[in-house]
């Protein structure tokens, strides 16, 4: 499968993203979907993660309440509304597909997107 992130950009603290990845190829549905982020100097992280159906979510601790992670398998897309953003929360985007029904480990992403850019200003 093959992945396209979109909707980074500059934004000043407090407002909002919304970040899309589309994918192409094999069965969106068959994928767990996850987002992750590096911020300059510093490892990728985990941020959010869904399943296959998108019944089940799970948020790193610091974004929880502000970010909300979807899919919309008839479009194969997947979503993240990011809410309330932080300087903090500057870094790369990358969305990710995982064989797995849903995981929040990095290694078990087997697919990536190239990245999006997300500036928060203070």
């Known amino acids: 499968v093959q992945l396209q992130a979109s909707g980074g950009g500059l934004v000043q603290a407090g407002g909002s993203l919304r970040l899309s990845c589309a994918a192409s190829?094999?069965?969106?549905?068959?994928?767990?979907m996850g987002w992750f982020r590096q911020a300059p100097g510093k490892e990728r992280e985990f941020v959010a993660a869904i399943s296959w159906s998108g019944g089940t979510t799970y948020y790193l601790n610091s974004v929880k309440g502000r970010f909300t992670i979807s899919r919309d398998n008839a479009k194969d897309t997947a979503y993240l509304q990011m809410n309330s953003l932080k300087p903090e929360d500057t870094a790369v985007y990358y969305c990710?597909?995982?064989?797995?029904?849903?995981?929040?480990?990095?290694?078990?992403?087997?697919?990536w997107g190239q990245g999006t850019l997300v500036t928060v200003s203070s």
């Open positions: 990710a597909a995982s064989l797995q029904v849903v995981s929040t480990t990095r290694d078990e992403y087997k697919y």
């Open positions: 190829g094999r069965t969106f549905s068959s994928y767990g």
